[in-house]
């Protein structure tokens, strides 16, 4: 009898694990869309994707590392202080960074001729393209040290910038452009900095 009972337990935990089991193989595009687990990790591979955590727990989708579009551009302006830059017309460029990690923290990418070298390069687009002042954002400080004498960092305002475009831990930093129209150009995780200058140009 109690083997019996102890048989059905596991039999209805196997059918409560089920959804579970199912959910963990659930994966989608970029726009929505289901796809096979082959698909998804074939297009990580080989193509501009992250893959994050989708809506329901279990679910993976797509996320494009270089996304488009149109937002509402006064908003980051006032959070950042900077409604003179939006009423003159010059564009946005953030450059986020999400909090230490091994990208960003790697000799390769610390190397303190390299950040000035960086940075140099982003006044020199702001320059040619006539944007406000380039911003530097954090999501969370640990690691900035190393950026002392060269720029400083400023905490994301109220989350607004992680919430809108910024939404997970892209590995090393990203950046957005936004041009006071409200078109902006991103690219989510590690970037080579002449990407700035490409995504102004298509503003």
Request: hydrophobic share 40%; aromatic share 14%; glycine share 8%.
């Amino acid at each position: 009898m109690m083997e019996m009972i102890f048989t059905r337990i596991q039999f209805i935990g196997l059918l409560l694990l089920l959804p579970i089991c199912l959910q963990a193989q659930s994966y989608f595009n970029d726009l929505g869309k289901r796809i096979t687990y082959a698909d998804y990790e074939q297009k990580i591979l080989t193509g501009p994707y992250f893959g994050v955590p989708g809506e329901k727990p279990g679910d993976q989708k797509l996320v494009h590392r270089m996304p488009t579009g149109l937002t509402h551009a006064r908003l980051f302006y006032e959070k950042l202080g900077m409604l003179a830059d939006f009423q003159e017309g010059r564009p946005l460029v953030v450059i986020f960074y999400p909090g230490k990690d091994e990208c960003n923290s790697s000799a390769s990418t610390s190397e303190p001729k390299l950040l000035r070298s960086n940075h140099e390069a982003v006044l020199r687009y702001a320059k040619k393209f006539k944007t406000a002042a380039p911003v530097y954002l954090y999501q969370q400080a640990h690691g900035l040290e190393k950026y002392a004498g060269i720029h400083s960092w400023i905490p994301d305002p109220e989350g607004v910038f992680a919430t809108h475009f910024f939404q997970f831990p892209y590995p090393c930093k990203s950046f957005v452009v936004i041009s006071p129209k409200g078109n902006y150009r991103a690219i989510f995780g590690e970037f080579p900095i002449s990407q700035i200058a490409v995504a102004l140009k298509k503003l």
